[in-house]
T-cell receptor, first 116, second 115 residues
C-alpha cells in the first residue's frame, strides 16, 4: 500500500515537553497538508506545503508549532512546550489531481496526542 | 468565511434502513464538495466528491448530488449495513484556485447501524 503514513500513531507526553510528528505522503504528490482534529469536531486546517515551500499557515498555528518539509518529501510537525489544549488528533494529507484536473486530498491515519 | 453545516448526530439505524445525512454550505464562489468517512481509530477516507453543480458523486452505494440552488450536498444510501457505522464528514474546498486549497469540514455525523 502506498498511502499516506504517519508516525507515531499515538503519543503521550507531559505538559511542557516538545513533540515531533512525521508524515510520509503518497510519493507522486507534491502538496501536503496538516490538520488538527479535536474530539467530536471536524478537522481544522493548520498548514500547507507545495514541495518544500510552506505556502499557507492558519491562525491556529501558534508560534509553538513549526512544520517543515525538507526536500519536498516527508514532513514534520513539531510542538514546543506542549499544553493540555494541544491534545488532539493530528492528521496529514497529500493531494493529487483527478481526471478533470481537480485536486483531491488523501489522509493518513493520524497521530493522536495526549498531553498530561 | 466558508463553512459547512451537517445535521447533528448521533444517527442510529437498523440494518437495511435508508440513510440521509444533511449537509449545507456557505461559500463565496463555487466550491468542490466532498464526503469523507472516519472509522474508529482511523484517519479520514474519501467517500465521494462532486466538483460542479448537478454532479452526483457515488461510491459503495452512497450518493450525493451537488445542489447549487439549495447549497446542499446531502449523503444518501438506500440500505445501510453494520459495516457503515462510522463518522461522516462533509467538506468543501476550491481545488482549482491558486490559493485557499484547504478543506473546510463540518463537525461530523456519527452513524451507528444496528443488526
Amino acid at each position: 500500500d502506498t498511502g499516506v503514513s504517519q508516525d507515531p500513531r499515538h503519543k503521550i507526553t507531559k505538559r511542557g515537553q516538545n513533540v515531533t510528528f512525521r508524515c510520509d505522503p503518497i510519493s507522486e504528490h507534491n502538496r501536503l497538508y496538516w490538520y488538527r482534529q479535536t474530539l467530536g469536531q471536524g478537522p481544522e486546517f493548520l498548514t500547507y506545503f507545495q514541495n518544500e515551500a510552506q505556502l499557507e499557515k492558519s491562525r491556529l498555528l501558534s508560534d509553538r508549532f513549526s512544520a517543515e518539509r525538507p526536500k519536498g518529501s516527508f514532513s514534520t510537525l513539531e510542538i514546543q512546550r506542549t499544553e493540555q489544549g494541544d491534545s488532539a488528533m493530528y492528521l496529514c494529507a497529500s493531494s493529487g489531481y483527478g481526471t478533470s484536473g481537480e485536486e483531491t486530498q488523501y489522509f493518513g491515519p493520524g497521530t493522536r496526542l495526549l498531553v498530561l | 468565511g466558508d463553512s459547512v453545516t451537517q445535521m447533528e448526530g448521533p444517527v442510529t439505524l437498523s440494518e437495511e434502513a435508508f440513510l440521509t445525512i444533511n449537509c449545507t454550505y456557505t461559500a463565496t464562489g463555487y466550491p468542490s464538495l466532498f464526503w469523507y468517512v472516519q472509522y474508529p481509530g482511523e484517519g479520514l477516507q474519501l467517500l465521494l466528491k462532486a466538483t460542479k453543480a448537478d454532479d452526483k458523486g457515488s461510491n459503495k452505494g452512497f450518493e450525493a448530488t451537488y445542489r447549487k440552488e439549495t447549497t446542499s450536498f446531502h449523503l444518501e444510501k438506500g440500505s445501510v449495513q453494520v459495516s457503515d457505522s462510522a463518522v461522516y464528514f462533509c467538506a468543501l474546498s476550491f481545488p482549482f484556485s491558486g490559493s485557499a486549497r484547504q478543506l473546510t469540514f463540518g463537525s461530523g455525523t456519527q452513524l451507528t447501524v444496528l443488526p
